[in-house]
């Protein structure tokens, strides 16, 4: 058996990981990264890269049908030649996993050690059964995996997750996927567009990440209307037959109805991976999840050498969240006694579907937790249906609430289905990361005719609600025409 004996251990070598061991290298030499699996980023291998390749292939095949209503036709019908769609996706999903690698190839063969990690005690961890390591602090950064029924297990190979999908090298006649969350939405809408037969299902009504009601069920309408999805479906049964799946189920008109489908993605969720630590031995204090409690700006457990980062921590799992966690805990760890808050940046989420989806800020809900029993917020909206330049490009869809602090005209937060929506959350999270009021954000520049005018729209909306500005203009001439 080996012993290693170092200052710091980052157990983990993903987003998260890679970031805690620089930042702990900056303070010691003495740091080691254990990884189990293969190194490389869930976004690179098969998260939020491939998917936008089979996203990127799915749009190319929808603009060519939305061209007639330009008045530009094709002759023939759409050859999608599958083969071809998973060969570029698999090809620049290497390519970024490579430039992945390249980073990892770079750290000290020493400083790397291969297998699974699990607590002996706080300070101590056994390597599968060649290495023990102990060492004075440590980083849990092992990331998250795909979550659902134990008894889909039934369904064999007919069973997939988002990783498998990314390793198909021909697109299959029909999925059925389970959640119409991020995964669920991004993938169905994708090869709905690329010819494969999609049906969405869901459970409790919810669509994507929304917490607005309003904007949810706009949403819901919207995909419903491109393709199957039901957010609450009855399942009577659902069992392999052959090389298919048979689901059973009451349809949207209230029928009982079969779907024979290839395969069932499950896209319900994710699970922290801490439940193979062996964590019962590191003496942490652990949530309702079984997830060690962590600070939420120095990510230090209970147990003052431990830290936590990434989807692990389970609580913001995105790539630049776990990107930053690990900074934070590496920095802490390397930096150990001298423990220091870092900087989370305000909250920024997006789904790239069509139209996309954002998040930005508090949610819907979280603001009303804080402030909604004393009605001290507002909501202003716009719609994007006869908004001037979403028209022009045939975009026309979507729905943007901003919400606003009554008093103080701060601006709190906003949920959103729109085009672009990648684009205009990222303006309104920079102006929440500054603590800007509505006003405030009036105040800044707007070009004519952009689909950001409509962001304009519903701060006006808000801050006349707020009681600090002036009503709403139907048709303001100072804004340009369809604004």
Sequence with gaps: MKQVNVEVAVIGGGTAGLGAYRSAKAYTDSVVLIEGGPFGTTCARVGCMPSKLLIAAAESVHQIEKAPKFGVHTSGDIDINGKQVMARVKSERDRF???????????????????????????????????????????????????????????????????????????????????????????????????????????????????????????????????????????????????????????????????????????TGRRANVDKLAIENAGLELDESGIPTADFYTLQTSQPHIFIAGDASNQLPLLHEAADQGRIAGDNAGRFPDIRAGLRRSSIAAVFSDPQLAMVGETRKQIEQRLGSCGCFEVGQVSFENQGRSRVMLR???????????????????????PNAEHLAHLLAWAHQQKMTVSQMLEMPFYHPVIEEGVRTALRDLNAKLNLGPATIKHCLDCGPGC
Excluded: C
Aim: charged share 20%; aromatic share 10%.
């Design 97 to 267: 996993v490579g430039f992945v690698l390249e980073g990892v190839d770079e750290i000290p063969a020493q400083d790397k050690i291969i297998g699974f990690a699990k607590f002996i005690d706080s300070h101590t961890l056994q390597v599968d059964d060649h290495t023990q390591v102990t060492a004075k602090r440590m980083v849990i950064a092992t990331g998250s995996r795909p979550a659902y029924p134990q008894v889909w297990h039934e369904l064999g190979d007919r069973l997939i997750i988002n990783d498998d999908v990314f390793d198909w090298d021909d697109l299959p006649e029909s999925v059925a996927v389970f959640g119409p969350g991020v995964i669920g939405l991004e993938l169905g809408q994708s090869l709905h567009r690329l010819g494969v037969q999609v049906k969405v299902f869901g459970l409790g009504g919810q669509v994507g990440p929304f917490t607005d009601k309003t904007v949810m069920e706009y949403a819901t309408k919207a995909f419903q209307e491109e393709f199957y999805l039901d957010p609450d479906v009855r399942v009577q049964s659902m069992q392999r037959v052959g090389d298919k799946v048979e689901i059973h189920f009451t349809n949207l008109d209230g029928e009982q109805a079969i779907f024979s489908t290839d395969y069932v993605l499950a896209a």
């Design 396 to 418: 026309n869809q979507g729905l943007l609430h901003v919400y606003g602090e009554q008093g103080t005209g701060r601006f709190l937060g906003a949920e959103m289905m729109g």
